[in-house]
Every structure is written in C-alpha cells, then in structure tokens.
C-alpha cells in the first residue's frame, strides 16, 4: 500500500456513511486517481434483491474524493474538493460479489474538475458510468 493511500484512508476514515456503514473500502490513490470497493452484502440490497443504486453512488462518491483531493491528502492540506453535480449510467446488476471503482481525471482546473469513475464487479461486469464534476470549496 502506498504511503497515499494510507493517508486517504486515515482521512476519509471521517466518512463513516461511505466507510462504515456501506462498507467502501479505499484500495488505491494516486494523484488524481483513485480506486475503492466493496463486497456485497444484503443490506446493499432493495426490496427486489437488486443492489441498491445508492450503493453504487456512494462508493463513485468517494471514489471521487479521493482522487479530485489525492494532491492536498498527499500534502497534509485540508480538503478542498466537493461534487457539484454527478450523473450515474447504470448498465447491469452485478454478476460477481464485489464492486469496484476507478476514477479517471478528465479535467482538474484551479476551481474545477470533471471525472468519470466506471464501476465494475470482479468478474469485470460494466455495471454504472459516472461522470462528476466538482468545485474547489476554499
């Protein structure tokens, strides 16, 4: 594990929505890129066995705030970067049991940012497309 990823771990560990109660995990970060996962459980389920679509979101969402904050995490600087607006695709409902996140940095500007993130299961499902764009907050 890099030393940024531990950072971001310690840091986003605060996120307890995302890190505790839904249980992502933060596998990687790097400068302006990061991945996190989660296994399936059955409270990632709705009434009809589906994984719930806010699943999915929270973990791009964080998946997104790792990687648009990964340069201030790396420097010990507050956090900066908030979503200003998300749109989710969701293409299928996984085959496997876990979900995987991967952002890619399309734009990271002085007060903006645009990134897509691809969820995918272990099985390598194409399971949402997200793209967010964000705003320096401070």
Not at 49 to 55: F, L, R
Not at 64 to 93: C, K, M, R, T
Not at 110 to 134: F, K, M, Q, W
């Amino acid at each position: 594990m890099t030393n940024l990823t531990h950072k971001a771990q310690q840091v986003f560990a605060r996120d307890r929505y995302a890190t505790e109660l839904t249980e992502v995990s933060i596998d990687l970060v790097e400068s302006h890129h990061a991945c996190c996962s989660l296994t399936l459980l059955p409270l990632h389920r709705n009434a009809m066995g589906a994984v719930m679509g806010g699943v999915m979101f929270t973990l791009a969402d964080l998946a997104f705030a790792a990687a648009a904050n990964s340069d201030l995490i790396a420097d010990d600087l507050p956090l900066a970067w908030v979503s200003l607006g998300s749109e989710i695709h969701y293409l299928a409902q996984p085959k496997g049991s876990r979900l995987l996140a991967e952002t890619q940095c399309i734009r990271q500007g002085r007060t903006t940012c645009v990134y897509s993130i691809n969820i995918h299961d272990e099985l390598s499902t194409p399971i949402a497309l997200v793209t967010t764009t964000g705003m320096k907050s401070n």
